[in-house]
Antibody
């Protein structure tokens, strides 16, 4: 069974950083790209960027450039298991949102999603 | 950047009625890389349609996607109780990806 399981909710102060994990299982990690999407309360989803499973190459949406980093941790023994991380720094109140990871290929977008991680930024 | 505009904002229907949702792109979506998602409160979006008209795995055939270029449509042939949700279109024809503002389908 294909699964993306994310880490738990976070409460952060303005100016702090947050690191969210997304643990994948049940599929060939190298064959997919992992995207990050966030959704503020009552708003449309917002695409943040992606990280390649096979190469670790990344692409970030312009509005997050310099503030976000995606990394990956792969298992040498099990090519169906990996953990991807999203690190966002200099948090402001506007970063309060649910953050999702989701997998994709060139032609099949976002077909499996993590359960979401609520990040609340509050002073 | 491709901007996606969805209409209507809200669609009020009774079970069994036909739902027609529109998504217009600010410029042509290459290779019809346009997807539709369903989202219920407190849940992650669920992929319904990709490539403008291909149903994702396990999606009932009452959901139909159509269109190309800049104009796309999602049709639900007979809305069932479980279909009341918010629907988003999304393009994946090169970065940056973007989502439309959503159409809420309500009773």
């Amino acid at each position: 069974q294909v699964r993306l399981v994310q880490s738990g909710a976070e409460l952060k102060r303005p100016g702090a950083s947050v690191k969210i994990s997304c643990k994948t299982s049940g599929y060939m990690f190298n064959n997919y790209v992992l995207h990050w999407v966030r959704q503020a309360p009552g708003q449309r989803p917002e695409w943040m960027g992606w990280i390649s499973g096979i190469s670790g190459k990344t692409q970030y949406a312009q509005q997050f450039q310099g503030r976000v980093t995606f990394t990956r941790d792969t298992s040498v023994r099990d090519t169906s298991a990996a953990t991807v991380y999203m690190d966002l720094n200099s948090l402001s109140l506007e970063d309060t949102a649910v953050y999702y990871c989701a997998r994709a290929t060139t032609w099949l977008p976002l077909d499996v999603w993590g359960q979401g991680t609520l990040v609340t930024v509050s002073s | 950047e491709i901007l996606l505009t969805q209409s209507p904002g809200t669609l009020s229907l009774s079970p069994g009625e036909r739902a027609t949702l529109s998504c217009k792109a600010s410029r042509s979506v290459m290779s019809d890389y346009l997807a539709w998602f369903q989202q219920k409160t407190g849940q992650a979006p669920r992929l319904l349609i990709y490539g403008a008209s291909r149903r994702a795995t396990g999606i009932p055939d009452r959901f139909t996607g159509s269109g190309s270029g800049t104009d796309f449509t999602l049709t639900i042939s007979g809305v069932e109780a479980e279909d009341f949700a918010t629907y988003y279109c999304q393009h994946y024809a090169g970065a940056p990806w973007s989502f439309g503002g959503g159409t809420k389908v309500e009773i």
